[in-house]
Protein backbone atom coordinates (compact mmCIF):
# COMPACT_ATOMS: atom_id res chain seq x y z
CA UNK A 1 0.00 0.00 0.00
CA UNK A 2 1.00 3.51 -1.32
CA UNK A 3 1.04 5.89 1.91
CA UNK A 4 2.00 9.29 1.22
CA UNK A 5 2.59 12.14 3.04
CA UNK A 6 -0.68 13.93 2.41
CA UNK A 7 -2.38 10.48 3.37
CA UNK A 8 -0.30 10.42 6.57
CA UNK A 9 -1.27 13.72 7.44
CA UNK A 10 -4.75 13.11 6.94
CA UNK A 11 -4.35 10.18 8.78
CA UNK A 12 -3.35 11.81 11.62
CA UNK A 13 -5.31 14.77 11.76
CA UNK A 14 -8.41 12.99 12.06
CA UNK A 15 -7.83 11.76 14.86
CA UNK A 16 -6.82 15.08 16.57
CA UNK A 17 -10.76 16.04 17.04
CA UNK A 18 -10.34 13.17 19.49
CA UNK A 19 -7.69 14.32 21.62
CA UNK A 20 -6.57 17.69 22.80
CA UNK A 21 -5.38 20.16 20.72
CA UNK A 22 -1.57 19.41 19.62
CA UNK A 23 0.68 22.24 19.02
CA UNK A 24 4.63 23.37 18.19
CA UNK A 25 7.19 25.58 19.71
CA UNK A 26 9.72 27.37 17.35
CA UNK A 27 12.36 28.39 19.50
CA UNK A 28 13.89 31.26 17.85
CA UNK A 29 16.68 34.15 18.38
CA UNK A 30 16.09 36.68 15.21
CA UNK A 31 19.58 35.36 14.06
CA UNK A 32 19.70 34.92 10.56
CA UNK A 33 20.19 30.92 11.45
CA UNK A 34 17.24 30.85 12.75
CA UNK A 35 15.17 32.43 9.11
CA UNK A 36 15.25 28.20 8.06
CA UNK A 37 13.87 27.39 10.94
CA UNK A 38 10.87 29.84 11.14
CA UNK A 39 10.20 28.77 7.52
CA UNK A 40 10.23 25.29 8.54
CA UNK A 41 8.17 25.83 11.54
CA UNK A 42 5.47 27.57 9.58
CA UNK A 43 5.10 24.77 7.00
CA UNK A 44 5.00 22.42 9.63
CA UNK A 45 2.07 23.74 11.73
CA UNK A 46 0.35 24.42 8.21
CA UNK A 47 0.77 20.62 7.54
CA UNK A 48 -0.25 19.43 10.40
CA UNK A 49 -2.77 21.88 11.30
CA UNK A 50 -0.91 22.16 14.98
CA UNK A 51 -1.16 25.64 16.82
CA UNK A 52 2.28 27.30 16.33
CA UNK A 53 4.16 28.81 19.65
CA UNK A 54 7.02 30.96 18.95
CA UNK A 55 9.13 31.74 22.03
CA UNK A 56 11.95 34.19 22.54
CA UNK A 57 14.07 33.98 25.06
CA UNK A 58 16.35 37.28 26.60
CA UNK A 59 18.93 35.50 28.10
CA UNK A 60 22.43 36.01 29.48
CA UNK A 61 23.94 37.21 26.16
CA UNK A 62 21.78 40.21 26.53
CA UNK A 63 22.23 41.88 30.07
CA UNK A 64 24.54 44.93 28.28
CA UNK A 65 21.58 45.99 25.60
CA UNK A 66 18.73 44.46 27.17
CA UNK A 67 16.24 47.16 26.24
CA UNK A 68 17.26 47.25 22.96
CA UNK A 69 16.97 43.22 22.64
CA UNK A 70 13.47 43.28 24.41
CA UNK A 71 12.46 45.94 21.47
CA UNK A 72 14.63 43.83 18.34
CA UNK A 73 12.42 40.36 19.74
CA UNK A 74 9.10 42.27 20.09
CA UNK A 75 9.96 43.04 16.43
CA UNK A 76 10.74 39.55 15.26
CA UNK A 77 8.16 37.90 17.03
CA UNK A 78 5.90 40.39 15.67
CA UNK A 79 6.73 39.77 11.99
CA UNK A 80 6.69 36.18 12.29
CA UNK A 81 3.36 36.06 13.83
CA UNK A 82 2.01 38.24 10.81
CA UNK A 83 3.49 35.69 8.65
CA UNK A 84 1.53 33.13 10.12
CA UNK A 85 -1.76 34.97 10.25
CA UNK A 86 -1.57 35.30 6.82
CA UNK A 87 -0.94 31.58 6.57
CA UNK A 88 -3.91 30.89 8.78
CA UNK A 89 -2.36 29.56 11.20
CA UNK A 90 -3.53 30.37 15.06
CA UNK A 91 -0.09 31.84 16.50
CA UNK A 92 1.16 33.01 20.21
CA UNK A 93 4.02 34.97 20.55
CA UNK A 94 5.79 34.31 23.77
CA UNK A 95 9.04 36.59 25.43
CA UNK A 96 10.37 35.04 27.62
CA UNK A 97 14.17 35.52 30.36
CA UNK A 98 16.75 32.96 31.42
CA UNK A 99 18.34 30.16 29.98
CA UNK A 100 17.31 29.55 25.97
CA UNK A 101 17.26 25.91 26.52
CA UNK A 102 15.64 25.17 29.32
CA UNK A 103 13.08 28.19 28.86
CA UNK A 104 12.20 26.69 25.79
CA UNK A 105 12.15 22.99 26.58
CA UNK A 106 9.66 25.17 29.47
CA UNK A 107 7.62 26.64 26.93
CA UNK A 108 6.95 22.67 25.37
CA UNK A 109 6.27 21.65 28.09
CA UNK A 110 3.45 24.16 29.64
CA UNK A 111 2.01 24.17 26.04
CA UNK A 112 1.96 20.21 25.36
CA UNK A 113 3.93 20.32 22.37
CA UNK A 114 4.38 17.70 19.65
CA UNK A 115 7.74 19.25 18.96
CA UNK A 116 10.31 21.89 19.33
CA UNK A 117 11.72 23.34 16.44
CA UNK A 118 15.06 25.14 16.80
CA UNK A 119 17.46 26.30 14.10
CA UNK A 120 21.07 25.65 14.33
CA UNK A 121 24.23 28.49 14.28
CA UNK A 122 26.75 26.62 12.72
CA UNK A 123 28.94 26.84 15.58
CA UNK A 124 32.48 24.84 15.18
CA UNK A 125 32.84 21.41 17.74
CA UNK A 126 34.85 23.52 19.86
CA UNK A 127 32.19 26.60 20.37
CA UNK A 128 29.48 23.86 21.25
CA UNK A 129 32.42 21.71 23.87
CA UNK A 130 33.14 25.41 25.61
CA UNK A 131 29.98 27.46 25.62
CA UNK A 132 27.34 24.39 24.83
CA UNK A 133 24.88 24.39 22.13
CA UNK A 134 21.21 25.41 22.55
CA UNK A 135 19.98 23.25 20.42
CA UNK A 136 22.10 20.23 21.23
CA UNK A 137 20.73 20.91 25.02
CA UNK A 138 16.93 20.68 23.66
CA UNK A 139 17.42 17.73 21.88
CA UNK A 140 18.74 16.30 24.74
CA UNK A 141 16.69 17.06 27.46
CA UNK A 142 13.04 17.92 25.86
CA UNK A 143 10.10 15.61 26.73
CA UNK A 144 9.23 15.81 22.84
CA UNK A 145 10.27 15.29 19.12
CA UNK A 146 13.16 18.07 18.12
CA UNK A 147 13.44 19.31 15.15
CA UNK A 148 16.73 21.01 14.21
CA UNK A 149 17.11 23.36 11.03
CA UNK A 150 20.12 23.64 9.55
Not at 141 to 150: E, Y
Request: proline share 2%.
Amino acid sequence: MNCGIDNLISWRNAFKSRREKMSVVLATDGRAHTAKAVDYALEYARLHREELYVVFVIGPRHEENREGTVGEAKKHLEEIKERATQQGLETTTLLETGAPAESAIAVAERVGASAIIVGTSGKTVLDRVLIGSVSEHVVRNSPCTVIVVK
